[in-house]
């Protein structure tokens, strides 16, 4: 699942989103680099993320988010095997209760 880019990553996109200080700044970038669709998946699956790490199973989630259940699949095997970053925000947004 964690295939490598095919291309070196361009770090000034992270490094951008690194700078932004507050909620409107963050929401107002990504409404600028994302189409309305983007921003709606990318949302979509963090909240599915979000009902998986609760616990949630999966036909509870599909009614309370929409998402296929390719998409719950596709992030439950990121939460599974990827790279933690769904951990890393969880873990600080508890902190930060």
Known sequence: MNKLPKKPRNENLYKAILSLSTMDECMNFFDDLCTVSELMAMEQRYQVAS????????NDILAETGASSAT????N???QYGKGGY??????LKENK
């Open 87 to 92: 951990e890393v925000v969880f873990e600080r």
């Open 77 to 79: 095997r990121s939460l």
């Open 72 to 75: 719950i699949s596709r992030v």
């Open 51 to 58: 009902c998986l790490n609760d616990g949630m199973i999966y």
